[in-house]
């Protein structure tokens, strides 16, 4: 019965409180809904329940981004984002296993598509950032009670869970798209930058070394063509 309610209110477009209500309440039983022993049918939501988060990832929608990206941090934290597709036909397993593993092959779409959101999040910030008053925005961001704040807490929070627990693979591909996204971009450094830099972090603390690998060479080239550069 609740999961039956909790799609029928994340496929809803018209009660946006509705859907911020779900979010949270799936967030709390997500430790429940992976538990064989407690809930054995839950793990098959599990794919679901992400892809229906995802719209949630919405830069006109504070709280249903905050509470999509906590849901999708809960389940990263507890489900290990790995393709086991590879082991169809070649390991004993009972129909619902399976299913299971056919789904983990979607994990790295859904990484990646995250990501685009994510992204998109961060532009949209520095657009709005471009119509505001710094100065005010420099006295919310002290304060400690801006959306933003939470936004970015929201995003790297999500990155962190994911990326601490998906294969070197998938890790791979959300490194190489955070790359390209951190260098082929111009950021202000109130909001946008921070924003891209926490990944960024989040990022060298989960593989530092395969990170600071990816970076360090592009950042030592960029300040070397800085400083001969003669204005």
């Not at 990646?112 to 949209?124: K, T």
């Amino acid at each position: 019965e609740l999961m039956e309610r909790t799609y029928a209110a994340l496929e809803t477009l018209t009660e946006p409180h509705q859907v911020v209500s779900t979010l949270s309440c799936v967030t709390t039983v997500s430790r429940t809904l992976v538990s064989d022993e407690r809930f054995p049918e839950g793990r098959a939501h599990v794919f679901n329940l992400l892809m229906l988060a995802l719209p949630g990832i919405d830069p006109n929608d504070f709280q249903k981004m905050l509470s999509s990206s906590l849901l999708i941090s809960a389940i990263a934290s507890l489900v290990p984002f790995v393709d086991c597709s590879s082991a169809l036909g070649h390991v004993e397993m009972r129909e619902d296993e399976a299913e299971l593993c056919r789904m983990t092959s979607q994990f790295e779409d859904f990484v990646v598509q995250l990501l685009d959101r994510f992204f998109l999040l961060i532009e949209n910030s520095a657009i709005h950032q471009g119509s505001v008053d710094l100065g005010r925005i420099g006295v919310e961001l002290r304060r400690g009670d801006s959306h933003e704040v939470l936004m970015s807490a929201g995003i790297t929070g999500s990155i962190h869970s994911i990326l601490s627990h998906c294969s070197p693979q998938i890790f791979e591909v959300a490194l190489d798209k955070l790359f390209r996204f951190a260098t082929s971009h111009v950021f202000e450094n109130v909001l946008a930058g921070k924003m891209c830099g926490d990944m960024c972090g989040a990022s060298s603390k989960v593989d530092p070394i395969n990170t600071l690998n990816r970076f360090i060479p592009h950042i030592t080239s960029t300040i070397e063509s800085i400083l001969q550069d003669p204005e």
